[in-house]
């Protein structure tokens, strides 16, 4: 059963930085794109990027693309998020989410049909 959660959550001041990681189970994940959306309160869920783990390839939400980072461990099947300055905005659950194939010029939400649970990132000002 192809499984992916995520870990590393919390609460972090603001201009400081958090790593999020995800770990896939059951899939080899340099067969798969892995992405990683956010959803702050009363807002729509949002691709932060994504990853094509086979050869390290990434894409990344315009406006996070100077402060976030994606990278993946293939020999531990995980992929990391990198988040630094970090911001009030940031405020959001991040979700982890893969799918068997590769992301090509972007991260649509509706490629990913393997997500986690989600782990929370909370912002102080």
């Known amino acids: 059963e192809v499984q992916v959660a995520e870990s590393g959550g919390g609460l972090v001041q603001a201009g400081g930085a958090l790593r999020l990681s995800c770990l896939g189970t059951g899939f080899p994940l340099d067969e798969y794109a892995v992405g990683w959306f956010r959803q702050a309160p009363g807002k729509e869920r949002e691709a932060v990027g994504c990853i094509n783990s086979h050869d390290g390839t990434t894409h990344y939400s315009y406006s996070l693309r100077d402060r976030f980072a994606i990278s993946s461990d293939n020999a531990k099947n995980m992929v990391h998020l990198q988040m630094n300055s970090l911001k009030p905005e940031d405020t959001a659950d991040y979700y982890c989410?893969?799918?068997?194939?590769?992301?090509?010029?972007?991260?649509?939400?509706?490629?990913?049909?393997?997500w986690g649970q989600g782990t929370q990132v909370t912002v102080s000002s």
């Open positions: 989410a893969s799918f068997d194939g590769r992301a090509w010029g972007g991260c649509p939400e509706e490629l990913f049909n393997y």
